[in-house]
């Protein structure tokens, strides 16, 4: 029996994600490759290769951090004990098991839905079994109790030992069983918002177009050229000291992206936004629950050697990680937060003219916001989530449209996507600079944030005690507020002029010293 | 053998040259391994030190100059951390589970008040005539090692990426010092004056106790880095305008603070001399590392290989037609941090801590906070 949660197969030249096939390990379930924040190259996968059999995947586990459970030798499949487990509602799945399928092939995911059911009831009728040996087994042990002729008595200890050893047997399985569920279960993707389009990147529908492309009277140049012509970054020293796609800013840049940074921050705070910095180096588990696959081929994530951590591909993971585990309180919720990191991305598979330049780097700042809020609310605040990034780059003087995203591309995680394509004049397409994602709760089931619904208490019981309401698991939400190097590429292209020098948009201004514009220098 | 020969003198040559052949081949490879193994050795070797650097371990270190003095408190004062937490500024706690120890989340006001450091430092330093960077912070082994780092050595600092020759920067002064590395530039374009923001990564292997923590050691931070190379005879006095930059802007930010002429002992490979800057901290009671200024004169361009070529007025042309050129010489290279903003946060709280619980932002900064001038309890 083979893990198969393939590739939704997305085409070679849609530079979207896709969720990959699990590859080297087993308990690093599927989840996209990477967040929603960046256009990234698929993985040209037409025809997704079949995922290797289970107990190959057993084989080839190499990281530390997976406690593999002792090998059930009963079973034909080697069962590896997931790390952690989301709390996935089986029995939701099996009532509404219809709408599920519909949507895990909208998405074009590889979910086994057929296999969850059968293991779901297998497990339901091993569970009973279990509990029915165990009933028989404290029936001998009462009648042990009593008084008993010694042939009695020895029939009866053999009838324990028996149902003991067949009791042992079965909690094994359904040890494995709930494991194997599990991992299975959590193939399956987040559930689409109705209104969302079904099909793939050509499907995506536009919700807004903002201002129009400029128009120039004289030959415009790309950002690399302008760069260049300005001194303003060195692939080619960081070429030789890092590696492709690496890069250093340098004089106006380094203090635009100071600037787009601080300006991000402080006009997204004023939205009740709490301003944090997070850790760039994670365990790997948090990158998991979060809807990553840190280990997977062409994995998008970088391993720290020796160890269970990874650098982050963005601040939704640490931010993600913050509540994980806890209940807060209901009125805490919305918990609202702005994250400057820098982010770090292997980008393999990535190729084409695409990729020079700024346009699909290793290493970028990103200020990204993230919501923590109550379920009935995740959709307006994905409307307000969208409304800021409009409002922003607006008032940057961007020109771009938002795209409300297709089933096909959407990434195991996200419930809706807008995207942010803005006008690349030198690249002369639009290319993506953000992305706002409702996770809904997929993510919280597997980071385990829960939040308490404040009710009043109900009148106290006999003893004294109130009743508690039942807790709910909050609805996860990101959007990116600014990913540097994206708007790198469309300030110095939009905002180019014909004597080479480029003007530095307004809001900006004041967070560079009231500098008004990058010109040419002397030599 | 080019000439004529007895088919027996031939033969007997043939041999000769046969057996020559093959004792040339093994001392040739003896000379790559000797080679290799003296280049091994002889890179152990470290630089040169200054003659006034005094001899000895830490303790021996020179009291070069000292800064302002304690401040008086009339009320009992908190370490950073407990201001951390009354002031929700960090959350060293969620960052364990998350990350692991000595990872941290800045929050609210600490946030502002790190680009506000880092802002208001490149702007200091720019002023000076230093060049703006950022960095990439993943980069080949090779390069960290060229530096003077060791990065697969037992406890080391620098954490490595899996399946690759990369690695994590501890410090922007390995990627600013690849950028000219195996190459020659014109005298005329020295000195090369760099100052870097980056962040930085350290595995801290093998450091425990009191004084770890809060942010005093984190696996991750900030950091403004200066970084010059010049011609030779100049290194010594970049080394004291390093110095005296560090001092000029941590005076205006208020702080008290030492400067010690680090000890051969305690000089670390590289340096051929160190001045560290440590600043009082009242909560942790005591003096700590905030800056290190090293002139690193030729160890790192040796083994970046960067050179420079003097410009000298060409000779007299030889029969040739040819002029001669200069030969090349090797640059010095120094940096010294501007600002590393961890332990730059535990002294701005622990020193400009207030009675009613504040914390008073220095004068310098209140322009890159949008105009806040110190950090309130929030009401709950």
Not at chain 1, 54 to 65: T, Y
Not at chain 1, 302 to 307: M, N, R
Not at chain 1, 393 to 418: C, E, N, Q, V
Not at chain 2, 219 to 232: A, D, G, N, T, W
Request: with cysteine.
């Amino acid at each position: 029996m083979a893990l198969q949660c393939r590739l939704s197969g997305a085409t070679f030249q849609s530079l979207k994600l896709a969720t990959i096939p699990i590859s080297s390990s087993s308990s690093r379930f599927i989840f996209r490759t990477l967040p929603k924040t960046l256009n990234l190259a698929l993985f040209s996968r037409h025809s997704a290769p079949k995922a290797p059999p289970f107990s190959v995947l057993i084989r080839n586990l190499s990281a530390p951090a997976v406690a593999a459970a002792p090998a059930a030798e009963t079973s034909d499949i080697k069962v590896v004990k997931p790390q952690w487990n989301a709390a996935i509602d089986f029995k939701w799945i099996r009532d509404n098991k219809e709408a599920v399928a519909v949507n895990i092939k909208n998405r074009n995911s590889n979910a086994n839905l057929e296999l969850v059911l059968q293991l779901y009831d297998k497990m339901l009728n091993l569970q009973k079994e279990v509990e029915r040996l165990r009933g028989e087994r404290n029936n001998v042990a009462n009648k042990m109790k009593g008084k008993l002729e010694p042939s009695e008595r020895q029939k009866l200890i053999e009838e324990g030992k028996n149902l003991k050893e067949a009791l042992t047997t079965l909690e094994e399985d359904l040890v494995k069983l709930r494991d194997e569920l599990q991992i299975e279960a959590q193939c399956i993707p987040n559930l689409t918002h109705p209104d969302v389009p079904i099909g793939w990147e050509d499907s995506s529908k536009l919700r807004n177009m903002v201002g129009s492309p400029r128009k120039f009277d004289f030959p415009i140049k790309d950002h690399l050229q302008i760069g260049k012509e300005l001194d303003l970054f060195d692939f080619d020293a960081a070429a030789e000291v890092s590696g492709s796609k690496f890069y250093y800013l340098k004089n106006e840049a380094v203090m635009l992206e100071m600037a787009l940074v601080n300006w991000t921050l402080t006009e997204v705070m004023k939205r009740g936004f709490t301003p944090l910095t997070t850790p760039e180096i994670v365990r790997s588990s948090v990158v998991e629950k979060c809807g990553f696959q840190p280990r997977g081929e062409n994995t998008q994530v970088y391993s720290i050697e020796d160890s269970d951590q990874c650098l982050i591909g963005t601040a939704e993971i640490p931010v993600g990680g913050i509540h994980m585990d806890s209940i807060v309180a209901e009125s805490a919720l919305p918990l609202k937060y702005v994250a400057f990191s820098h982010c770090f991305r292997t980008e393999a598979g990535a190729a084409g003219t695409a990729t020079r330049g700024l346009y699909r780097v290793h290493q970028f700042s990103k200020v990204e916001m993230f919501i923590l809020c109550r379920q009935e609310e995740s959709d307006m605040y994905h409307e307000e989530l969208i409304k800021i990034e409009e409002d922003l780059f607006s008032s940057l003087g961007l020109h771009f449209k938002i795209l409300d995203m297709a089933t096909g591309d959407l990434g195991a995680p996200a419930y809706r996507k807008f995207d942010v394509e803005a006008w690349m004049p030198g690249l002369e397409r639009y290319g993506e600079i953000s992305s706002a994602s409702n996770c809904t709760d997929y993510q919280s089931r597997r980071l385990g944030i829960r939040y308490r619904p404040s009710e009043s208490p109900s009148t106290t019981s006999k003893k004294g005690k109130t009743n508690l309401a039942a807790t709910k698991f909050v609805h996860t939400l990101n959007a990116t507020a600014c990913a540097i190097p994206r708007m790198l590429v469309c300030l110095l292209e939009n905002f180019q002029q014909e004597d080479g020098s480029v003007i530095i948009p307004h809001p900006l201004r004041p967070f560079m010293g009231g500098v008004e514009a990058i010109y040419p220098k002397s030599r | 053998m080019k000439g004529k020969l007895e088919p027996a003198e031939r033969q007997k040559l043939i041999e000769e040259g046969k057996n020559l052949k093959e004792a040339l081949t093994t001392l040739e490879e003896d000379l790559v391994k000797l080679r290799d193994e003296l280049q091994i050795e002889a890179q152990c070797i470290p630089n040169l030190t200054h003659p006034d650097v005094p001899i000895g371990w830490e303790d021996s270190s020179k009291l070069r100059n000292m800064v302002g003095s304690p401040r008086k408190f009339d009320f009992p004062v908190k370490d950073h951390l407990q201001l951390g937490k009354e002031l929700d500024l960090f959350d060293f706690d969620a960052a364990a589970e998350v990350s692991g120890s000595k990872f941290y989340y800045l929050k609210n006001e600490a946030v502002m008040l790190e680009m506000a450091l880092v802002n208001w430092t490149l702007t200091e330093v720019m002023k000076r005539g230093f060049t703006p960077l950022t960095t990439p912070e993943i980069v080949r082994s090779s390069v960290v090692e060229k530096c003077g780092f060791q990065p697969r050595g037992e406890n080391t600092q620098v954490y490595s990426i899996e399946d690759s020759d990369q690695c994590l920067i501890g410090t922007a002064e390995i990627p600013v010092g690849g950028i000219h590395m195996d190459s020659i530039v014109a005298e005329s374009a020295l000195p090369l004056k760099y100052v870097a923001f980056s962040h930085c990564f350290r595995t801290e292997a093998g450091a425990a106790g009191t004084a770890t923590r809060g942010l005093y050691r984190v696996h991750q931070f900030s950091k403004v880095e200066m970084f010059i190379l010049c011609r030779q005879e100049e290194s010594d006095m970049y080394h004291e305008e390093l110095i005296k930059i560090e001092e000029d802007l941590f005076s205006s930010l208020g702080l008290h603070f030492k400067i010690l002429d680090m000890a051969t002992g305690d000089l670390g490979a590289p340096a051929y001399r160190k001045f560290d800057v440590e600043a009082w901290m009242p909560g942790l009671e005591r003096y700590g590392e905030i800056s290190s200024a090293s002139n690193c004169t030729d160890y790192q361009s040796r083994r970046l290989g960067i050179r420079y070529r003097p410009s000298e007025s060409p000779s007299t042309t030889s029969k040739k037609g040819k002029t001669n050129v200069a030969a090349t010489k090797i640059v010095h290279t120094l940096n010294a941090t501007a600002c590393a903003v961890p332990r730059m946060l535990v002294c701005l709280l622990e020193n400009f801590q207030q009675e009613d619980g504040s914390v008073s932002i220095p004068h310098p900064l209140r322009p890159f906070t949008g105009g806040v001038e110190a950090i309130y309890p929030k009401s709950r």
